[in-house]
């Protein structure tokens, strides 16, 4: 079974709706982190969350909100989808402190969303 | 700011020759590095790290990349390229809180 899970793996919706990205992990770990890759701009950070209390923007976070709802479930919802979020989302987790205090991440499968 | 430069979005290379996939990092305190692999419709997987100690890390799939500090480069190599690493391949730096990630280098192997 995959440690990071995302659902669904595939999404098109339609300009204005608004959308949740899911992701589940039985890793054990405190931090996740949500990315979106776009064709020759690799990953972009949008949030990160280190504990369920603790939820941090990233690079790019305008137009995205996250849900903590437990230590295993980090959530990302568009509020009014718009045609330049089609990309592919990807979730990621990694522990914290003395356990991994380079930051080494562990990667979800991945959702591709279209946004027409 | 931390920032990660991969030069060449696209390598192309033969079966058996060398791979050689470059990155380099901007820091005044040398980061954690990291080379991520992604396969067709799969997520990032880990192919090897850089934290501390011997400057030339082995990883997975007969990769390898040396950390030099001097020149800020933490190049990808594997010296017989096959079918099965076409792929694209991502390096990454451990900045404080997140990893900064290169835009991707895109790798062919042709028979």
């Known amino acids: 079974d995959a440690d990071v899970t995302q659902t669904p793996r595939n999404r098109i919706t339609k300009t204005g709706k608004r959308i949740m990205l899911e992701c589940s992990q039985t890793?054990?770990?405190?931090?996740m982190y949500w990315y979106r890759q776009d064709p020759g701009l690799g990953l972009r950070l949008i949030y990160y969350?280190?504990?369920?209390?603790?939820?941090n923007k990233g690079e790019i976070s305008d137009g995205y909100s996250v849900s903590r709802q437990a230590q295993a479930k980090f959530s990302l919802s568009l509020e009014s989808a718009i045609p330049n979020q089609t990309a592919l989302y990807f979730c990621?987790?990694?522990?914290?402190?003395?356990?991994?205090?380079?930051?080494?991440?562990?990667f979800g499968p991945g959702t591709r969303l279209t946004v027409l | 700011a931390q920032s990660v430069t991969q030069l060449g979005s696209h390598v192309s290379v033969s079966e058996g020759a060398l791979v050689l996939l470059r990155c380099n990092y901007s820091?005044?305190?040398?980061?954690?590095l990291f080379w991520y692999v992604q396969y067709p419709n799969q997520g990032l997987q880990l192919l090897l790290k850089?934290?501390?100690?011997?400057?030339l890390v082995k990883g997975i799939n007969g990769f390898e990349a040396e950390f030099k500090k001097s020149e800020t480069s933490f190049h990808l190599t594997k010296p017989s390229a096959h079918m099965s690493d076409a792929a694209e391949y991502f390096c990454?730096?451990?900045?404080?809180?997140?990893?900064?990630f290169g835009k991707g280098t895109t790798l062919s192997v042709s028979s």
């Open positions: 990621a987790t990694s522990p914290k402190g003395a356990r991994a205090p380079y930051n080494e991440q562990f």
């Open positions: 890793k054990g770990h405190d931090r």
């Open positions: 969350s280190f504990d369920v209390k603790d939820i």
């Open positions: 820091s005044s305190v040398p980061p954690y």
């Open positions: 850089y934290t501390t100690g011997a400057t």
């Open positions: 990454a730096a451990a900045s404080g809180t997140a990893l900064i």
